[in-house]
């Protein structure tokens, strides 16, 4: 907040982010460098996270859909809003 500047995330804790989130298209960055886009269901925390109509990406190509996906929180490197 230098020079009077806002942060687009300012006042707000990584758990009340990830809960605005839920119900929204979220990209999730896995620590290998696999992508998941999908709508988050729900995340709890561990950063495990539940996506539905998800798609995988590898390498910048998509390789699979899924219906559901469950990614464990210790390959989460970060999400991010799609």
Avoid at 12 to 19: E, Y
Avoid at 53 to 66: F, H, L, M, P, Q
Avoid at 70 to 80: E, Q, S, T
């Amino acid at each position: 907040m230098e020079n009077g500047s806002v942060n687009q995330g300012e006042g707000k804790d990584p758990s009340t982010f990830l809960s605005d989130l839920i119900g929204n298209a979220v990209l999730v960055k896995l620590n290998s460098g696999v992508i998941y886009k999908g709508e988050l269901q729900s995340v709890d925390g561990y950063m495990n996270i539940a996506l539905e109509k998800t798609d995988e990406y590898v390498n910048g190509a998509k390789r699979r859909s899924y219906g559901d996906a469950f990614v464990r929180g210790n390959n989460v490197m970060y999400i991010a809003a799609d």
